[in-house]
């Protein structure tokens, strides 16, 4: 198959964002599945992957020699984000909204500062019958996910099928997954509050100017609000999966439902080549 990136969102948690992933991914044959959702990565809980590697992610912050420092504030004032403030006479570094630009170090007339590598989280490479797992994992309390993210994408091979398995919601980290993607697939429930979420992630898409099209997921008889949103936002439907007990405690359970049912495994498929088809 062609290579290409294929990043699937939800504006919530809990629309089947991961179901939709973790099948397509596995659908694809060859392929590799990217696990986005640095805050509470659940990727691996379906493929088990037999880790082959793991990369530790850092970000440069600085450290300020008090020695060579004259007080002369130069760090501070030219620090947009407020991460250096000068206190009892001396330049304090709040590394957890430090964005590691460098800058500070730049300005300092007395080179004063120097950078550190501090950790913010890892990445988990793996196996699973021939799809390759890059799974990312923010250390507890650090600000932001970005770097891991951008560890993670630069990691992925560019000669396979790439999933990427976005965060929820519409905020830096998911835009940091969308970013470089050839297509987005917007996963959507049939509920208000679901609709609400998939107007925001349908703007997010909109302003990457990314080809995009949606899944809808737990469908049941009777109205859709998410099928009219699409409807009248000229969306295109991709596909849809009917809400189903079974389904639900099989996916619960860590299970691969293109690997262990037959009609899952064509319905991937079917909607692999249809994104394909779309952004050809």
Request: negative net charge; hydrophobic residues 40%; aromatic residues 6%.
């Amino acid at each position: 198959m062609e290579s290409k990136k294929i990043a699937v969102l939800s504006g919530k948690g809990g629309t089947g964002k991961t179901f939709v992933s973790v099948n397509l991914a596995d659908a694809a044959g060859t392929s590799v599945y990217i696990d986005c959702d640095v805050e509470e990565p659940n990727g691996h809980l379906f493929f088990k992957p037999a880790l082959t590697a793991e990369e530790k992610v850092t970000v440069k912050i600085p450290v300020v020699n008090h020695d060579l420092c004259t007080g002369c504030r130069k760090c501070t004032e030219f620090c947009r984000f407020n991460a250096l403030a000068y206190l009892k006479n001396k330049v304090k570094v709040f590394e957890d909204i430090c964005h590691s630009c460098g800058g500070c170090m730049l300005v300092c007339p007395q080179k004063a500062i120097y950078e550190k590598d501090v950790s913010v989280g890892k990445v988990e490479i793996g196996t699973s019958r021939g799809v390759k797992i890059l799974s990312g994992i923010m250390d507890i309390g650090k600000a932001s996910g970005v770097p891991i993210i951008k560890k993670l994408l630069e990691t992925g091979s560019k000669d396979a099928i790439t999933i990427v398995d976005c965060p929820p919601g519409s905020a830096c980290v998911t835009m940091e997954s969308i970013k470089d993607a050839d297509f987005c697939i917007l996963v959507a429930e049939p509920t208000l509050f679901g609709v609400h979420n998939l107007s925001m992630v349908h703007e997010l898409v909109g302003l990457f100017e990314i080809p995009y099209g949606s899944v809808l997921n737990k469908c049941i008889d009777g109205k859709n609000p998410a099928e009219k949103y699409c409807n009248d936002n000229d969306i295109k439907i991709l596909g849809r999966f009917d809400y189903d007990k079974e389904l639900g405690r099989l996916n619960a359970q860590g299970e691969i439902m293109s690997r262990i049912d037959k009609s899952y495994n064509e319905k991937f498929i079917e909607l692999l080549n249809v994104v394909l088809e779309e952004v050809k």
